[in-house]
């Protein structure tokens, strides 16, 4: 039954992937509490829904350790304004939606100065790749934990603190099967066998962008002289991304690529794609989704990479989310040092090179995955908060 109480809902999301969630979250809520105030950090879409935004959700799309502290001021100002406002308007539930290092901090903090406020972390910390040790901070900062991967509750459960595994939104709204003609017939590219699509995407920050645009030209260049029918396309997540991509391509030496560069549709460029190269992230499960071989890169700043290695915060040999979520190498993975045009092209050219066997046997998995996430996942994560709401936090699953 629709509670009709109006709680006040704090939401912090962090870049277009959290604005994305939240306002998936953001519908689940209004269904059970129509009149509830939501507010905080917010993109487009979640003040789109009504929520009032004391910041913007892109303020903080920073990547990696060293990117971090030279945002740091600016980011500790933010969280310090954050947690005056919210603490001010004294809210029933604070939910920090990604951004875990932002949120975590910011959830503790709140936690110490509105009384009986229920925290909760929406999309877990990366501990299963990066510094493991810290799921007891996670237990003092948030109440509960709202997991998009199932391994993720199974962990916390272990561990003592409240998790529920909701699913993945992405799983929810992505088809179990996609047309790959009627993409291509859609983005203008050939529909003939003779020529293969290879979709390119080169991530949403200009940092990763920048450290990416190389090896991403050359493979395409190295995979052009050994299939020169091929043709490549990529969807740009931003005016930015586009400028510094297109820039970046342009002053490589050797003819135009190519390439055709599609703003935003994302979902459309991979499943036009024969094989999607692109850079580590969520957009590398909607590839699953779409059920699309890949080839996955991930590139930091040098001294990011040196950090991480001589501290040994890194715990994982695999970091793509379809290898964590497969518990195997189904993708093919390529980090750091060894990212180049000819390791990313010829890993391209073993994809689109694959038998039909081989392909089948991709494709099954990435259904039996897309199954397992299908859960309805903004309307679980809503159901947790709610019975957090009603006082019922303790009971709540973690399957």
């Not at 920090?96 to 932002?102: A, L």
Request: glycine share 8%; proline share 6%; net charge positive.
């Amino acid at each position: 039954m629709t509670d009709q109480r109006s709680p006040r809902i704090a939401l912090v999301a962090g870049e277009a992937s959290g604005d994305a969630l939240g306002a998936d979250l953001i519908e689940a809520l209004r269904e059970r509490y129509p009149k509830a105030h939501v507010f905080g950090m917010a993109g487009p879409r979640m003040r789109a829904l009504g929520c009032q935004a004391l910041a913007d959700s892109e303020e903080i799309a920073v990547m990696g350790l060293a990117e971090v502290i030279g945002h740091l001021p600016r980011l500790l100002r933010l969280r310090s304004r954050l947690l005056r406002e919210i603490a001010a308007a004294a809210p029933d539930l604070f939910v920090g939606i990604d951004s875990p290092d932002f949120n975590l901090g910011l959830a503790r903090r709140l936690r110490s100065r509105v009384s009986g406020l229920r925290t909760v972390q929406y999309v877990s910390p990366q501990f299963w790749a990066w510094r493991s040790g810290r799921v007891k901070r996670i237990g003092e900062s948030v109440d509960h934990v709202l997991c998009l991967l199932p391994f993720e509750a199974e962990f916390y459960a272990e561990h003592g603190v409240g998790a529920t595994f909701t699913g993945h939104p992405l799983a929810d709204r992505v088809p179990m099967t996609s047309n790959p003609d009627r993409a291509r017939a859609a983005l203008g590219l050939p529909s003939d066998d003779e020529s293969p699509v290879v979709a390119v995407l080169p991530g949403s920050r200009e940092g990763e962008v920048r450290r990416l645009a190389q090896p991403l030209g050359d493979a395409m260049r190295w995979l052009l002289a050994r299939r020169p029918a091929v043709r490549f396309v990529s969807a740009m997540a931003n005016p930015t991304v586009r400028s510094t991509f297109e820039t970046l391509l342009a002053e490589q030496p050797g003819s135009p690529l190519p390439l055709a560069l599609i703003d935003g549709r994302a979902s459309e460029v991979m499943a036009a794609a024969d094989v999607v190269l692109l850079a580590s992230g969520t957009a590398t499960l909607e590839a699953l989704l779409i059920k699309r071989p890949m080839v996955v890169c991930y590139r930091v700043s040098p001294v990011s990479a040196w950090v991480a290695r001589r501290l040994k915060l890194m715990t994982t040999e695999r970091f793509s989310l379809p290898n964590l979520l497969a518990g195997a190498d189904l993708v093919p993975e390529i980090m750091q040092e060894a990212v180049s045009g000819e390791a990313l092209g010829a890993a391209v050219l073993e994809q689109l090179e694959a038998s039909s066997d081989a392909r089948a046997r991709l494709t099954s998995t990435y259904e039996r995955l897309h199954r397992i996430l299908r859960r309805g996942a903004s309307q679980r994560a809503a159901q947790a908060l709610h019975e957090l709401l009603q006082g019922r936090g303790e009971g709540l699953s973690s399957s």
